[in-house]
């Protein structure tokens, strides 16, 4: 059965769980898809070769891969492991046949957050992209039953920002509801869709009862309903994902002056 988070993990603004960095958000990866594919207009699809790479220099290098239901878990309980987020958007079909497999081989676990009101279609919003398939209902229920993490991606995959404040409040609560009706527990992370993000969207998860959200970009809005995450492309070995991760550590610091800087 999928395990559940009773509270809400309390992030705490000096990190435990990751070598001691004073600022140190969590280090979170953000995937799309992973498949063969020859056009990628939007830089989103990893082949299966690459992602297999990928995961085979994070176990080398001493870093687990986890779903954010387990990371921010183990940083609310202070533990120290070298832990980085695997966050999977969109929901395609492909996470199930090449993701799941890889990640199983290493014990790492991962979130992938579906539209809810898309489920066994396709990715339409991507209009220059090839069609992709998108999980169905059924592997959605699987997943969640196998204790992979299912997070909300909205209702249609709708930009946030700017958008009525009924249609707001639909895209976060009602897809909410839905996936936590198809898979018989808590959704708690919501992902917005492009990662955009502003302040009313950030209210909207949080009062719909998320116990947190991932945007993309490190920003004024990063806490709790505006994780930043590290997005990874087909051309990130090795040495371009130390790169991120050493790129990461510097934003989040930047970030944390700017903050107290506002707030003087």
Same mark, same amino acid.
């Given at each position: 059965m999928v395990a559940e988070l009773t509270r809400r993990p309390r992030l705490p603004r000096q990190s435990g769980a990751d070598g001691g960095r004073r600022y140190g958000a969590p280090w979170i990866l953000m995937y799309h898809s992973v498949a063969e594919e020859e056009e990628d207009p939007y830089l989103l699809t990893v082949s299966p070769e690459r992602f297999a790479a990928q995961m085979r220099w994070l176990a080398a290098r001493g870093w687990r891969g986890v779903s954010m239901r387990e990371?921010?878990?183990?940083? *609310? *309980?202070?533990?120290? +492991?070298?832990? =980085?987020?695997?966050?999977?958007?969109?929901?395609? #079909?492909? %996470?199930?046949?090449?993701? =799941?497999?890889?990640? !199983? /081989?290493?014990? %790492? /676990?991962? /979130? #992938?957050?579906?539209?809810?009101?898309?489920?066994?279609?396709?990715?339409?919003?991507?209009?220059?992209?090839?069609?992709? &398939?998108?999980? /169905?209902?059924?592997?959605?229920? +699987?997943?969640?039953? !196998?204790?992979w993490e299912i997070g909300s991606h909205g209702v249609s995959h709708v930009a946030l920002p700017g958008v009525p404040a009924e249609l707001l409040r639909a895209e976060v609560r009602d897809s909410r509801t839905t996936l936590e009706q198809l898979v018989g527990g808590r959704v708690g992370g919501f992902c917005y869709p492009y990662g955009d993000v502003d302040e009313p969207a950030t209210r909207a998860v949080e009062e719909a009862g998320y116990d947190y959200a991932v945007a993309i970009r490190h920003s004024t809005l990063a806490g709790r309903f505006a994780l930043p995450r590290c997005y990874?492309?087909?051309?990130?070995? &090795?040495?371009?994902? $130390? #790169?991120?991760?050493?790129?990461?550590?510097? $934003?989040? =610091?930047?970030?944390?002056?700017? $903050?107290?800087? #506002?707030?003087r």
């Amino acid at each position: 059965m999928v395990a559940e988070l009773t509270r809400r993990p309390r992030l705490p603004r000096q990190s435990g769980a990751d070598g001691g960095r004073r600022y140190g958000a969590p280090w979170i990866l953000m995937y799309h898809s992973v498949a063969e594919e020859e056009e990628d207009p939007y830089l989103l699809t990893v082949s299966p070769e690459r992602f297999a790479a990928q995961m085979r220099w994070l176990a080398a290098r001493g870093w687990r891969g986890v779903s954010m239901r387990e990371l921010l878990a183990a940083r *609310a *309980a202070g533990r120290r +492991e070298r832990l =980085v987020g695997l966050t999977f958007d969109d929901g395609y #079909a492909d %996470f199930a046949r090449h993701v =799941v497999p890889v990640l !199983s /081989t290493y014990g %790492f /676990t991962a /979130t #992938a957050y579906v539209v809810a009101g898309r489920l066994g279609g396709d990715n339409g919003w991507d209009v220059e992209g090839p069609r992709k &398939a998108l999980l /169905t209902v059924d592997q959605v229920r +699987e997943l969640a039953a !196998s204790g992979w993490e299912i997070g909300s991606h909205g209702v249609s995959h709708v930009a946030l920002p700017g958008v009525p404040a009924e249609l707001l409040r639909a895209e976060v609560r009602d897809s909410r509801t839905t996936l936590e009706q198809l898979v018989g527990g808590r959704v708690g992370g919501f992902c917005y869709p492009y990662g955009d993000v502003d302040e009313p969207a950030t209210r909207a998860v949080e009062e719909a009862g998320y116990d947190y959200a991932v945007a993309i970009r490190h920003s004024t809005l990063a806490g709790r309903f505006a994780l930043p995450r590290c997005y990874v492309g087909d051309r990130d070995g &090795a040495w371009r994902l $130390r #790169a991120k991760r050493g790129r990461h550590g510097l $934003r989040d =610091v930047m970030t944390e002056l700017r $903050r107290r800087g #506002a707030a003087r």
